[in-house]
T-cell receptor
Framework: DAGITQSPRHKVTETGTPVTLRCHQT?????MYWYRQDPGHGLRLIHY???????DKGEVSDGYSVSRSKTEDFLLTLESATSSQTSVYFC???????????FGQGTRLTVV | KNEVEQSPQNLTAQEGEFITINCSYS?????LHWLQQHPGGGIVSLFM???GKKKHGRLIATINIQEKHSSLHITASHPRDSAVYIC???????????FGTGTSLTVIP
């Protein structure tokens, strides 16, 4: 299995609080992605990174920010959590856009 | 607008049946991926292909680049094949994947 770990695996938080999810990889892959998965929508890209300090927005980036200060870590921050951000969040890594992607186990976030 | 469309959305089969899941896409791609997601579980990559056909055990994936279409076949289906199967494509412009909404497969003993 590819070395990719998400933390925490489950979190319940209150509306308006900041939340940070962590994705850690041991594969030295260049690309890292954050997706959210919601019923009826499939996986939707929030943000991605193509190198240290190089990030870009995906289709559902509003309300989220990311940081990548090291190759192995990609952090997703909800600055002020809202109930619409209740979802399952997946991190993925790949060597390039044309190679296989490996997924973390997911983080189930509930905003109450 | 969905760049990737899958059919059917839901599929129930008897154990031993031959299963086909279809995927059509509308963007230029560098590769197409078939993923498997078990209930409550993570996502596993089954295949990545950019042409032709690949086989792994009872699973076969094919792609027709001209028609922008791919199929995932499962021969001699088994209850442990019950999962959501997701088609995804790597865009040949930009740096991201596009995902279908998945096909939920249930194989009944």
């Amino acid at each position: 299995d590819a070395g990719i770990t998400q933390s925490p695996r489950h979190k319940v938080t209150e509306t308006g609080t900041p939340v940070t999810l962590r994705c850690h990889q041991t594969e030295n892959h260049r690309y890292m992605y954050w997706y959210r998965q919601d019923p009826g929508h499939g996986l939707r890209l929030i943000h991605y990174s193509y190198g240290v300090k190089d990030t870009d927005k995906g289709e559902v980036s509003d309300g989220y920010s990311v940081s990548r200060s090291k190759t192995e870590d990609f952090l997703l921050t909800l600055e002020s959590a809202t109930s619409s951000q209740t979802s399952v969040y997946f991190c993925a890594i790949s060597e390039s856009r044309a190679t296989e992607a490996f997924f973390g186990q997911g983080t189930r976030l509930t905003v109450v | 607008k969905n760049e990737v469309e899958q059919s059917p959305q839901n599929l129930t089969a008897q154990e031993g049946e031959f299963i086909t899941i279809n995927c059509s896409y509308s963007v230029g791609i560098s590769a197409l991926h078939w993923l498997q997601q078990h209930p409550g579980g993570g996502i596993v990559s089954l295949f990545m292909l950019s042409s032709g056909k690949k086989k792994h055990g009872r699973l076969i994936a094919t792609i027709n680049i001209q028609e922008k279409h791919s199929s995932l076949h499962i021969t001699a289906s088994h209850p442990r094949d019950s999962a959501v199967y997701i088609c995804a494509v790597s865009s040949n412009t930009g740096n991201q994947f596009y995902f279908g909404t998945g096909t939920s497969l249930t194989v009944i003993p």
